[in-house]
């Protein structure tokens, strides 16, 4: 694995992440200030840990059948429309959807790229 190569999955992990993290900032908040109460926060915030959960041993199978391309390119996708959702339709049903998108999408690439540095990877340590 070249230099470049880990230098753009390092690059795509930090903007995946950042995508989940203002969302998980920002959806809470937007919640509040639309009136909701804080069991309704509280299950916002967990939701972004719910697909990580159910998707980490599927995500892991995928990756192991499909490579790194695929996974990675659906994450992306995934992030976007969760990020793009509450944008334009500010509701929290929205708000809800966007959290298991990027938060999915967050693990997913975490299991990926694991994946395919643990394989690149030559030599011990």
Do not use: N
């Not at 190569?5 to 995946?16: D, K």
């Not at 998980?24 to 990580?52: E, K, W």
């Amino acid at each position: 694995m070249s230099g470049a190569e880990l230098a753009r999955l390092i690059a795509a992990q930090v903007c995946l992440h950042a995508t989940m993290a203002g969302i998980r900032l920002a959806a809470p908040l937007l919640a509040l200030q639309q009136g909701h109460g804080a069991a309704s926060v509280g299950v916002l915030i967990a939701l972004f840990a719910l697909t990580q959960v159910f998707l980490a041993l599927p995500a892991g199978r995928y990756v192991d059948r499909h490579g790194l391309k695929r996974p990675m390119a659906m994450a992306v996708t995934a992030a976007f429309v969760g990020a793009l959702l509450p944008l334009l339709w500010p509701a929290f049903p929205a708000m809800c959807v966007s959290a298991l998108l990027t938060g999915g999408a967050t693990g997913a690439t975490v299991i990926a790229l694991q994946r395919h540095v643990g394989r690149a990877a030559q030599g011990t340590a």
